[in-house]
């Protein structure tokens, strides 16, 4: 199974954008890379997944490097709200088994 | 609405005693999956299932136990082999598809061993 790695915590200003990093260095050709975040004592909750190419949605960018060894998710205008966890996963392409990393505490600041 | 439905929320047992925590979806979905949360940790797999009875151990099984009997419902039972229960407990399912299955997850179920 590929294993994420990701910085503890970062720290962001009110309305810059939050470019948070994975590191992904098993990842196998057939791993997509999903994205969540988890407010204190919620549920988490699914932002963006991608398998090679950038992916854009109404919450985030995903940027998957070419070697898929990395990748970072941008949050264009970060808010107080974007306060959370984030956590990178993997997910194995012929497989229904999700593998959470460490995640990254995301404290945007006023 | 569809989701998730996890109970009780907070539930407190003493030591040696088995319980279960309930998990119900409908969505639709083929797989379901149990992941414990520690304090300030992330979420480690226990147990998943892709298919009705069908479930596969996760990294921490040990002293844990599922059944799938339903699509809908996935219960986890915690044993009293688990030495260090108090955790908090989040339940998730997906469609199994390539391109969508996100995780959906349900709000937890918070156990506290007295």
């Excluded at chain 1, 709200?81 to 600041?109: E, N, P, Q």
């Excluded at chain 2, 226990?46 to 298919?51: L, V």
């Excluded at chain 2, 407990?89 to 995780?103: H, I, K, R, W």
């Amino acid at each position: 199974d590929a294993k994420t790695t990701q910085p503890p915590s970062m720290d962001c200003a009110e309305g810059r954008a939050a470019n948070l990093p994975c590191n992904n260095s098993t990842i196998s050709g057939n791993e997509y890379v999903y994205w969540y975040r988890q407010i204190h004592s919620q549920g988490p909750q699914y932002i963006i997944h991608g398998l090679k190419n950038n992916e854009t949605n109404e919450m985030a960018s995903l940027i998957i490097t070419e070697d898929r060894k990395s990748s970072t998710l941008i949050l264009p205008h970060a808010t107080l709200r974007d306060t959370a966890v984030y956590y990178c996963i993997v997910r194995g392409g012929g497989t229904y088994k999700y593998i959470f990393g460490t995640g990254t505490r995301l404290k945007v600041l006023a | 609405d569809g989701g998730i439905t996890q109970s009780p929320k907070y539930l407190f047992r003493k030591e040696g005693q088995n319980v279960t925590l309930s998990c119900e979806q409908n969505l639709n979905h083929d797989a379901m999956y149990w992941y414990r949360q520690d304090p300030g940790q992330g979420l480690r797999l226990i147990y998943y299932s892709q298919i009705v009875n069908d479930f596969q151990k996760g990294d921490i099984a040990e002293g844990y136990s599922v059944s799938r009997e339903k699509k809908e419902s996935f219960p986890l039972t915690v044993t009293s082999a688990q030495k260090n229960p108090t955790a908090f407990y989040l339940c998730a399912s997906s469609s199994g598809t390539a391109n969508t299955g996100e995780l959906f997850f349900g709000e937890g179920s918070r156990l506290t061993v007295l």
